[in-house]
């Protein structure tokens, strides 16, 4: 019986060493990340963010219906919703054709440069496959657009990340809809021993040479990155924006602004260091006051802190100042149920209880 509670008592601090290291540091197995508390997103009250205004460009000059800033609003929500940017807001504004984004700065991020983040949110992604001139090219020697189009992005119901069975490097892997399908089909079979040019944004990515007749609904976008890790982030990053869709026309940030934090920059730094000290007084008197009891509290709290800030970073939740009031709030009303039971347990064995009766009834008469 004393093994078996050696062993029980291994795990359980086992599992709260790897729920601490996880927690701190992330953990990365394979192609799936393990986000951290670094990973967390803080809104835009605690960390600031930009406020930019996204005008539309469209191809005949005229300015865009309110159905179509509806579906651009849709499409950049999507993509936020892929970079775990949940604290947003996005209005549209169809008498001067534009959209209005409002996101909180990335985690960590000190410097005001908000073009990583507008390039990914605003970008057309208008994605195709077209035929090769092998005497168009740029000066790089990469395939120019030619406008013959073998594949468009509508032609894509599906995009996801994956290893090359082969070369084990890092590809995208795209499913076709029924004319995606026949149209790739038809060109692999006449295009066999050429080129097939593939462009985001008329921005060249790749151009492999067609070696077989493919004809199994799938296309593949092989990522060419010598760091393995750059090259997980690109293709999920790629495949997030071809699932999100294209947007119908192409959006210039002519207004960026930043937005300051409501409490300030080193708010979130004093809140954290304050709960920090707190816990520790808190944990420091349940020990000394109630002892051995007291310590399996403390733990059990820990535990809770810990858990807690896990599921905000797995969930992709954006950490906001109501947020952070409930993370200190629940660890709080810990501390509060921990006491009621002790305090209930002392009065049990007062009256003449035994230690296992004790802390029976003190669990069932404390609330």
Not at 48 to 64: H, S
Not at 94 to 111: H, L, S, Y
Not at 222 to 231: Q, S, V
Not at 251 to 266: F, Q, T, W, Y
Request: charged share 25%.
């Amino acid at each position: 019986m004393k093994g078996n509670n050696a062993l029980k008592l291994f795990l359980v601090f086992a599992l709260i060493a790897v729920m601490t290291y996880i927690c701190f540091a992330g953990s990365l197995f394979g192609l799936v990340k393990i986000p951290g508390v670094n990973d967390i997103v803080p809104g835009i009250d605690i960390n600031g963010g930009i406020d930019a205004m996204l005008y539309a460009v469209t191809e005949d000059g005229k300015k865009p219906t309110q159905d179509d800033l509806d579906t651009v609003k849709i499409i950049i929500e999507k993509r936020l919703d892929k970079e775990g940017i949940l604290d947003r807001n996005v209005t549209t504004d169809v008498n001067v054709g534009r959209v209005i984004v409002q996101i909180p700065w990335a985690p960590g991020e000190t410097d005001f440069n908000p073009d990583k983040t507008l390039e990914k949110v605003g970008r057309t992604a208008l994605l195709t496959f077209q035929e090769v001139d092998e005497d168009k090219v740029d000066e790089d020697g990469n395939p120019l657009p030619t406008g013959r189009k073998v594949l468009e992005g509508t032609d894509v119901i599906n995009a996801y990340p994956a290893q090359h069975p082969t070369t084990k490097g890092m590809i995208v892997v795209l499913e076709l809809n029924e004319n995606g399908k026949k149209s790739f089909s038809d060109a692999t079979a006449r295009l066999i021993g050429k080129r097939i040019a593939i462009f985001m944004d008329d921005q060249f990515i790749e151009a492999p040479v067609v070696q077989d007749h493919i004809t199994d609904g799938n296309a593949i976008i092989t990522i060419n990155r010598d760091n393995f890790e750059e090259a997980v982030s690109e293709a999920k990053d790629l495949a997030d924006t071809i699932r999100s869709g294209a947007l119908p026309f192409r959006l210039d940030a002519k207004h960026v602004n930043s937005i300051d934090p409501l409490l300030g920059r080193g708010a979130l730094e004093v809140t954290k260091n304050a709960f920090i000290v707190a816990f520790l007084l808190i944990c420091m008197f349940m020990i000394i006051y109630y002892r051995l009891p007291g310590l399996i509290a403390s733990i059990a709290l820990f535990m809770l802190a810990i858990m807690t800030l896990n599921f905000v970073s797995w969930l992709g939740i954006t950490l906001t100042l109501p947020g952070l009031a409930g993370i200190v709030l629940s660890v709080g009303m810990g501390v509060d149920a921990n006491v009621i039971i002790f305090e209930r347990i002392r009065e049990e064995l007062r009256s003449g209880k035994t230690i296992k009766a004790a802390i029976d009834l003190g669990f069932k008469r404390a609330f």
